[in-house]
């Protein structure tokens, strides 16, 4: 039986004990010597003030970047010659209107190089500016209530960036160009040319047309577009202005650098709400489909109550709807470019679509059925 026993273990020394318990305070002396030693490397390397020193400059960059978004916000006021109500460095927002008199002469310019310039006896008014900072694209419209406007887009605008101008009698959309658009409210006729580039121009009726390189057209109110024709001497010359002829220098390397960090870093940015291109929650795409949709519908309860629907409506103004001004603006700002894409009278019904300002600017049509998504706007 002596098999399925187990050996008896001897009982340790009084020597063999204090060898143990030298050994193992031996083998903690080692390893706290060890983790001393990598740890003094890291310190070696990483010094507390290099870590400080790198998160300062974080901070700092973000700072800068976020304060040249912001300035996409704005037109700033260049030159101004004669009478005007802007003066030189003002900086136009939403809803800033511009006039200049009748020998007053004025030069806007945006983050992007883009310029824009009035003529005597305008009046011009900045609906939206608007800049995204994930996708960065840039979202502008105008309004010129009288007289005569220039501009040059830059072609640092954005490949999915949308300018677009409107007159009371049409619209015009660019990017990338020189153009010039007048407005005649004793006629209600709006004439557009183009120095160069291409300029999509719609009135608010009929089939639009596209302005090439040198050509030019005519919109009268209720009207569609008139046919192109090339453009003549006097238009030609007056686009040899400075402010139109200046050179747009590429970015510097840090701006590049800044605004490439800052889209990157759009989510937590937009939540914590720094910046005026933040959408400040996470839900605000959601928010703006929504308001968008209910816009739509305030729309569809006015039309209801017409007996016959009108011809036209005017995109930027809803004029022909009725609704009182200060309305028809709030009901707008609900939309990409502050404004409508399209009406149609269709039979004895109505087709309008419309833009959310959402990130990706999602398409709806309104109907005498309702509000519905579609994949996208028909041309």
């Given amino acids: ?35 001393k030693r990598r740890s003094g490397r890291w310190r070696k390397y990483v010094d507390r003030r290099i870590i400080i020193a790198l998160v300062v400059i974080f901070v700092v960059v973000i700072a800068d970047a976020v304060r040249r978004e912001n ?25 800033n209107l511009v006039k200049t008199g009748a020998n007053g002469w004025v030069a806007l310019l945006f983050p992007d190089g883009s310029v824009v310039t009035l003529a ?11 800049y995204h900072r994930g996708g960065q694209w840039r979202s502008r419209s105008f309004t010129l209530l009288a007289g005569r406007m220039w501009a040059r887009v830059s072609g640092k605008f954005g490949r999915d960036s949308r300018c677009k101008v409107h007159t009371p009698s049409s ?28 300029v999509d121009v719609t009135g608010f009726t009929g089939r639009g ?81 929504t308001t ?15 007996p ?22 709030r009901i707008l700002r609900n939309f990409d470019g502050a404004c409508i894409e399209r009406y149609q009278k269709v039979g004895q019904g109505f087709v309008i679509y419309a833009r959310a300002r959402d990130r990706n600017r999602t398409p709806y049509k309104l109907s005498a059925y309702g509000v519905e998504p579609v994949k996208e706007v028909p041309r």
Wanted: hydrophobic share 35%; proline share 6%.
């Fill in 120 to 130: 005597p006896s305008s009046t011009f008014k900045v609906r939206l500016l608007e």
């Fill in 71 to 95: 300035q996409e916000f704005y037109a700033t006021v260049t030159q101004v010659s004669g009478p005007a109500s802007v003066t030189v460095d003002e900086k136009l927002a939403d809803g």
């Fill in 292 to 306: 968008a949709q209910e816009a739509l519908r305030r729309i569809h309860t006015s039309i209801e109550g017409y």
């Fill in 209 to 289: 047309t596209q302005l090439a390189q040198d050509t030019l057209t005519s919109v009268v109110y209720g009207r569609g577009t008139e046919r192109r024709a090339q453009i003549d001497v006097p238009t030609r010359s007056s686009f040899n202005q400075a402010p139109l002829q200046q050179t747009v220098e590429p970015d510097p390397w840090l701006k590049k650098v800044e605004l490439k960090l800052t889209s990157i870093l759009d989510l937590p940015l937009s939540i914590l709400g720094i910046g005026k291109c933040s959408w400040a929650v996470g839900a605000a795409d959601f928010t703006r489909r």
């Fill in 308 to 329: 016959v629907y009108p011809d036209f409506v005017d995109p930027f103004t809803l004029r022909e709807l009725a609704f009182r001004p200060e309305d028809a603006e």
């Fill in 171 to 198: 619209v015009a959309a660019v990017r990338g160009t020189r153009f010039s658009v007048a407005y005649d409210p004793s006629n209600k006729t709006t004439y557009l040319a183009c120095s160069d580039g291409q």
């Fill in 1 to 35: 039986m002596l098999f399925g026993r187990k050996k008896k273990s001897e009982p340790q020394t009084d020597q063999e004990i204090l060898e143990d318990a030298f050994a193992a305070i031996g083998k903690q002396q080692t390893r706290r010597a060890v983790r």
